[in-house]
């Protein structure tokens, strides 16, 4: 299995700040990498698809970059409604899911 | 507008059997893979498998073949998760979701989630 790993774990940041979350394969995935964004009690949303695809109805805030192993994702002004835990996704292989950023208020 | 509608929760005894029921609608059903996808509390999201709603074939993580098995009803547009010898360390809260269509191996719409706790 293809291994995900994400960074940081969790962060705190304020309403305006950008953030950025990282997110590494444990082998090449190509762009193969999808972002979700979750909040307690509820289901996934798809955020990012194929690393850098926006998802049709998701702010132009949230962008996805990278290819291979190394990928991002950047939130450029963060809003209320942002405070979620956000978890990246290969799509290569069997779909493994990285441990997921908690983002919180600073 | 799509929705997979899941069944509710449920408590187990280990070495038990629970099977997770869900219904889509909004969509054509067979032109849409479902995966499932479980998160045990406080932890990530783990795929399950996958099941074909055109044919029924499955694609199921190594590490749950041989407890689990995943059906279609086309007649109730109903994908099922059944999962055997049930440990505690399957306590979850476990979805349903549907793959997407732009994009291979990501799922676009989700269901709700049903608890399920094994415990004595």
């Known amino acids: 299995d293809i291994q995900m790993t994400q960074s940081p774990s969790s962060l705190s940041a304020s309403v305006g700040d950008r953030v950025t979350i990282t997110c590494r394969a444990s082998?090449?995935?190509?762009?193969?990498l999808n972002w979700y964004q979750q909040k307690p009690g509820k289901a996934p949303k798809l955020l990012i698809y194929a690393a850098s695809s926006l998802e049709s109805g998701v702010p132009s805030r949230f962008s996805g970059s990278g290819s291979g192993t190394d990928f991002t994702l950047t939130i450029t002004s963060l809003q209320p409604e942002d405070f979620a835990t956000y978890s990246c996704?290969?799509?290569?292989?069997?779909?493994?899911f990285g441990p997921g950023t908690k983002v919180d208020i600073k | 507008q799509v929705q997979l509608v899941q069944s509710g929760a449920e408590v187990k005894k280990p070495g038990a059997s629970v099977k997770v029921s869900c219904k889509a609608s909004g969509y054509t059903f067979t032109d849409y893979g479902v995966s499932w996808v479980r998160q045990a509390p406080g932890q990530g999201l783990e795929w399950m498998g996958w099941?074909?709603?055109?044919?029924?074939?499955?694609n199921i993580a190594q590490n749950l073949q041989g407890r689990v098995t995943m059906t279609a009803d086309t007649s109730t547009n109903t994908v099922y998760m059944e999962l055997q010898s049930l440990r505690s360390d399957d306590t979850a809260l476990y979805y349903c979701?549907?793959?997407?269509?732009?994009?291979?191996?990501?799922?676009?719409?989700w269901g709700q989630g049903t608890v399920v706790t094994v415990s004595s």
């Open positions: 082998q090449s995935i190509g762009s193969y």
């Open positions: 996704q290969q799509s290569y292989s069997s779909p493994t």
């Open positions: 099941i074909s709603t055109y044919n029924g074939n499955t």
């Open positions: 979701a549907r793959d997407y269509h732009k994009a291979q191996g990501a799922f676009d719409f």
